[in-house]
């Protein structure tokens, strides 16, 4: 039993994110959450293009641009590095 807790301690300690340690100055931060909220900005601007673009197509093309969305997730599913990877070669990218 104490060589599971101590098994399981070293594999979240060995697990920390890359930057952990790293110290930010108060205007880094702000000058970050300030770019942060521009991209959600742009992000939800795109967002409404696509919907109205999405909304002045065919019925046909619809049908062609769901079935296009639903080929391409299929296609990433399989490059998607496996859980086994992605636990135990974390290297940040």
Known sequence: MKFLV???MALFLSAAGCKSGER???EVRQAEKAELQMQKEADKEYQKQVREHYKIQSKQSKQ????MKRQGRSTNRSKKRSFWDRLFNNDCK
């Open 24 to 26: 930010v100055s108060k």
């Open 64 to 67: 062609l641009m769901k079935e």
């Open 6 to 8: 101590i098994l399981l």
